[in-house]
């Protein structure tokens, strides 16, 4: 029986391989998009199937959940070469391998083009990668997805992550303290830039290990029924469905009530480093608490901060007066920028540059986390 299972499978592999060998071949490099054709869709859901059913015959107790994977009925791809040979390369993973500073992923797919995915140098890929792109995204949004997790606390607290709660942009700007119009709305740009930060933020996804040695991938948020319009009386409106991933949900629990309004009061343009170094620090608080040290480059690079090309000693009092506001404001007690011995030296001979790479950040226990 198993040995069937085995035959039928690798012939429905093969079938795959042809189908989208053939379709693949077909493509130029025009900028246009095609539609993967039904019968290639067919061939890999025929191919997973059966690869499914020789596996699970091959084992006496599952040993984990398996993943229900089912190939898409329709698939938009780029025409362009680059995507071709991505696009290649998931189909083939006998091609990849890590390369020698084990920093990337490798796939030769012909001797002119070749597929590379990096790993951030200093995080990692890990749950740290969402806390970036969720600074990466901008202070804005950054304040827009603690105002998610926030209000969807406060209402559903204690329900499964996966409840929903239906919100309108108009709801997280109050929550912001915004200040509605006379007419007793809010500015059209500013609704707008809501439904923006949705977007981006749905779009983020959240490395995290599992139980083995395997990773695995959630929603930061999953997003429903995002829809954007007008009122009767003409306002702009965006409304939307949300929950909170299972990750960033396990974040959130214990002590955003404390740190988010904090950090919601802060401009997100004249205060865009309080928002940003207070959220990553918050969180950093909440899943390493037995680190009260963190490099100053580490930080940075959680934060999407990058470090400017000139004007160092301006940058550097920038953070410097950013820490002191966190520490001021109780979001993250005792925080402070630590220099280096003979810092002073570093700053009058022009290599601030340096010194900013050995400074530290410090903080004191107990800290409010985001998690």
Not at 174 to 193: C, E, I, N, S, W
Request: with cysteine.
């Amino acid at each position: 029986m198993v040995d069937k299972l085995k035959e039928e499978a690798l012939a429905a592999e093969a079938a795959a391989q042809d189908a989208f060998a053939a379709f693949y071949s077909s493509l130029t490099g025009g900028e246009d998009q095609n539609a993967l054709p039904p019968e290639v869709t067919q061939a890999l859901t025929r191919w997973v199937e059966a690869r499914k059913r020789w596996e699970l015959a091959q084992e006496k107790t599952p040993t984990a959940p398996r993943l229900g994977l089912k190939p898409p009925d329709a698939v938009l791809l780029p025409n362009a070469l680059p995507a071709r040979d991505a696009l290649a390369a998931l189909f083939a993973p006998n091609l990849w391998q890590t390369d020698p500073a084990g920093r990337a992923l490798v796939a030769q797919v012909s001797s002119a083009a070749q597929v590379r995915v990096e790993f951030d140098e200093v995080l990692g890929f890990g749950p740290e990668q969402a806390i970036r792109q969720i600074a990466r995204s901008g202070p804005a949004a950054a304040q827009t997805f603690m105002a998610l997790a926030s209000l969807w606390m406060e209402r559903l607290g204690g329900q499964p992550h996966e409840t929903y709660l239906t919100l309108a942009a108009s709801d997280l700007l109050r929550f912001q303290g915004k200040k509605a119009t006379p007419k007793g709305g809010y500015h059209r740009d500013d609704v707008l830039a809501k439904g923006r930060d949705l977007y981006l933020l749905s779009r983020i996804t959240v490395p995290h290990v599992t139980g083995g040695a395997g990773m695995a991938l959630g929603r930061l948020l999953s997003l429903e029924a995002l829809e954007a319009g007008q009122d009767g009386g003409e306002q702009s409106i965006v409304r939307f469905r949300y929950h909170l991933g299972q990750e960033a949900h396990s974040w959130m629990q214990e002590s955003v009530a404390q740190v988010a309004p904090r950090l919601l009061g802060y401009h997100p343009v004249r205060q865009k480093y309080q928002i940003l170094l207070g959220f990553c620090l918050a969180w950093h608080a909440g899943n390493h608490p037995d680190e009260t040290t963190l490099s100053l480059p580490r930080l940075l690079e959680l934060a999407a901060i990058p470090m400017p090309e000139k004007r160092l000693s301006e940058f550097l009092t920038s953070l410097e007066d950013a820490l002191a506001d966190l520490a001021h404001d109780g979001i993250v007690p005792g925080v402070k920028l630590v220099k280096p011995s003979g810092w002073h030296e570093l700053l009058a001979t022009r290599q601030t540059r340096t010194l900013l790479q050995q400074c530290q950040i410090q903080t004191e226990k107990p800290r409010p986390a985001l998690g």
